[in-house]
């Protein structure tokens, strides 16, 4: 079965071709990085009118890389939300037109399972059931996954998402978009025990998280300390690299704590690290030892596949088409079908 998988949620025009669900045939992903970076985040306007320009040059490189027409295709795979409202409907649109003409058998995905399956792109026999920690620019949340295409949500954050903690901690130290990437190189060369900024564990048993104390924490030391800011770019670059490191160590403990806490409470057999933070060199290493260290293996894609792509959309419509069955391509049930921004993981 050919999946052509196109995702359009946030600052990314990607579209896949995925055979059988797991081999990637092709994965073409345009990024607007450069168009919102002079904003330091994305400007969902612009987002859109980007994807527009985008989407078909998009759909036709994944395709001709794929080696396949749009006629062999079997089914379509669009992320229908969680994202930027105006920035899904490009790609829904554009998926129900292209099901439509070529009368081909249209599924809607969640964004977030998307992230949880492109850990199968690579490790087909992840064991279930699992636990899978999917951080993102926008989500930071907790499932236990008991078998395909079934989940309970464990725990989520209660105001920022962690990689939106980076991004914006990386502009309080005028390191650029988007921060994760750049505040994960920095730490490198700073010392974790520089600052010690807070934790927030919210309860013993609690699995949610909360980021903006620790965002509002690196604001006010900041503040404080206006004299660090004004040194010679050799002292100010060792400073800011101690405060990334320092804010990257306190979102990583926390993380790796409540992860590690469900994984024993949750008794699962594996555990999953997804979505764009999962990138973060320190929680991918932190993740592994700690998992090592009760008996779990921690399994986490390679970078291009923890960023938002399209590969994850078509390898997540084709498992839960296996459990759920696939629509048949006419007559055409998507006309109704919404791009929702809150859209929220299927329990049960
Ligand atoms: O999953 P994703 O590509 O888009 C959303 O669905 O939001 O995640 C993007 C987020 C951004 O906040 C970015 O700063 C963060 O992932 N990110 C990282 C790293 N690479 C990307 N955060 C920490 N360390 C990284 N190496
Ligand atoms: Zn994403």
Request: charged share 20%.
């Amino acid at each position: 079965m050919l999946i052509l998988g196109i995702e359009t949620s946030c600052d990314e025009t990607a579209a896949a071709v995925v055979e059988e669900g797991l081999r990637v045939r092709s994965n073409i992903v345009s990024s607007q990085l450069e168009l919102h970076s002079p904003y330091g985040g994305v400007v969902p306007e612009l987002a859109c009118r980007m994807h527009v320009e985008n989407i078909l040059p998009v759909i036709s490189e994944a395709l001709s890389e794929g080696g396949v027409s749009l006629e062999e295709i079997d089914l379509i795979a669009v992320t229908r939300g969680p994202g930027l409202i105006g920035a899904l409907l490009v790609g829904l649109s554009t998926a129900k037109g292209l099901a439509y003409a070529q009368r081909k058998p249209l599924v809607g995905v969640n964004h977030l399972v998307g992230h949880i399956y492109a850990a199968f792109l690579e490790q087909p026999s992840v064991p279930f059931p699992f636990l899978a920690l999917v951080v993102s620019g926008g989500h930071t949340e907790l499932y236990r996954v008991k078998e395909h295409a079934r989940y309970t949500l464990l725990g989520s954050t209660r105001d920022d998402a962690a990689g939106e903690a980076f991004d914006k901690v990386a502009k309080m130290l005028d390191l650029g978009y988007p921060g994760g990437p750049i505040i994960d190189r920095s730490a490198r060369q700073g010392d974790p025990q520089a600052i010690d900024f807070p934790r927030a564990y919210l309860g013993k048993d609690s699995l949610d998280f909360s980021f903006s104390g620790l965002k509002t924490a690196v604001q006010i030391y900041l503040k404080r300390h206006p004299q660090l800011l004004a040194q010679e770019a050799e002292e100010r670059s060792a400073w800011v690299c101690n405060v990334a490191a320092s804010f990257q160590q306190a979102v990583v403990e926390v993380l790796v704590a409540k992860t590690i806490q469900a994984a024993q409470r949750e008794k699962v057999a594996s555990i999953l690290l997804v979505g764009g933070v999962a990138c973060n060199t320190l929680l991918r290493r932190e993740l592994r030892a700690r998992g090592e260290e009760i008996g779990l293996p921690v399994f986490y894609p390679s970078p291009v596949l923890c960023t938002d792509n399209a590969a994850m959309i078509a390898c997540a419509a084709y498992f839960h088409g296996l459990k759920e069955g696939f629509p048949p391509a006419w007559p055409p049930h998507y006309l109704e079908m919404d791009a929702v921004a809150a859209l929220q993981v299927p329990e049960g």
